[in-house]
């Protein structure tokens, strides 16, 4: 289409003869380059669907971009997007250009699932808007006038039992499991763990620097408990720059790192939330007897707060002592 510059300048027509005799055309989609189009054209070739994009439905569309977004995703990951779309069951069957903000706002009012999930969903709501757009499917994005609102129910915390964190060293092996170990035994919250990189971390005197969200949190120094120190040792990759990377080698995000957590939930048979790690980590001190001081030093809350923070190397043997207090279950 030569008539106006265009981000998708090339459209994908289906041909159809009508019984009278006339031609009629239709739009599959459009797309940046013409050997984009082609592929497109072929996938249509292959599954063909409805191209009146005013009776779409919801389902169609989803179908649609899942076909498109899943091409190049890992089985499992696929799983857990499919997992996650299940929640728009209720509004599957509604023509997309029908749909507005108060079909979504109560979907998402009556979904009994904490903020952070909600957050999740939206995100691939968002995704899946964006390819509407890019089809030509709507001309507004609905998803961005969602409000998720505050936290209604607080969520319990729930510590792993010694049975489970015998498992979690019984399945040691099956991968990501180790990071919920490493936070079991550090107390770290997954936006402190993923952000670790290799270079704070010190395996000699078994030290950790980091640590994000409050100012008593910040660059503070992180035991590692004996019983980790191999499981750290084996993420360090002198070619990654942080601990824990995703596919690429490069940082994971917390969204993919809550897809593979509660994956790993469901294959062990355990409920728990990511959460719930540094909940144990802080019971298990405790239970053990561990210094309230050096428990907050290392956890990095708010009862513990200096002006200079600045750890002495006894302090950091009495922080490694605490730690240490956690024995292999």
């Known amino acids: ?59 169609e569309v989803l179908e649609k971009w899942q076909i498109q977004h899943f ?17 728009f069951e209720p509004i599957k069957d509604i023509p997309m250009l029908e749909l507005n903000t108060v079909h979504l706002q109560g979907l998402f009012n009556s979904l ?24 030509e499917i709507v001309s507004k994005d609905y998803s961005n ?55 704070n971390i010190d395996l000699e005197n078994r030290t950790i620097k980091g640590g994000i969200k409050t100012d008593a949190g910040k660059d503070r120094i992180i035991p590692i408990n004996m019983e980790i120190l191999p499981l750290i040792k084996n993420r360090m990759r002198a070619d990654k720059t942080h601990l824990i990377t995703g596919m690429r080698g490069k940082k994971m995000a917390y969204q993919r790192y809550h897809m593979i957590f509660t994956d ?6 355990m409920n728990h939330t990511i959460h719930d790690c540094r909940h144990t980590f802080a019971s298990l001190l405790s239970n053990a007897d561990a210094n309230k001081i050096s428990i907050a030093k290392i956890i990095g809350h708010s009862s513990y707060l200096t002006t200079e923070k600045i750890y002495t190397h006894k302090d950091v043997e009495e922080l490694k002592k605490a730690v240490d207090l956690i024995k292999l279950q």
């Open 71 to 87: 091409e190049k995703l890992e089985p499992k990951t696929i799983k857990q997007y499919k997992s996650i779309c299940l929640h």
């Open 1 to 59: 289409m030569k008539d106006k510059p265009r981000r998708n300048p090339w459209r994908v027509v289906k041909t159809i003869k009508e019984l009278n005799g006339k031609v009629k055309r239709q739009t599959i989609g459009y797309t940046r380059t013409k050997v984009e189009g082609l592929e497109l054209l072929a996938k249509y070739n292959t599954n063909p669907y409805s191209l009146d994009t005013t009776k779409m439905t919801f389902r």
């Open 145 to 199: 006038l969602i409000e998720l609102g505050k936290k209604q129910v607080v969520i319990e915390r729930k510590v792993f039992t010694n049975e489970e964190i015998t498992k979690l060293w019984k399945y040691k092996e099956l991968e990501f499991i180790d990071t919920i170990l490493i936070m079991i035994y550090t107390g770290l919250r997954i936006g402190e763990l993923l952000t670790i990189e290799n270079k």
């Open 112 to 135: 009994e699932l904490s903020t952070a999930s909600k957050r999740q969903l939206k995100a691939v709501l968002n995704q899946i808007y964006k390819y509407a757009l890019k089809m």
């Open 264 to 269: 790993l939930m469901e294959k062990l048979s």
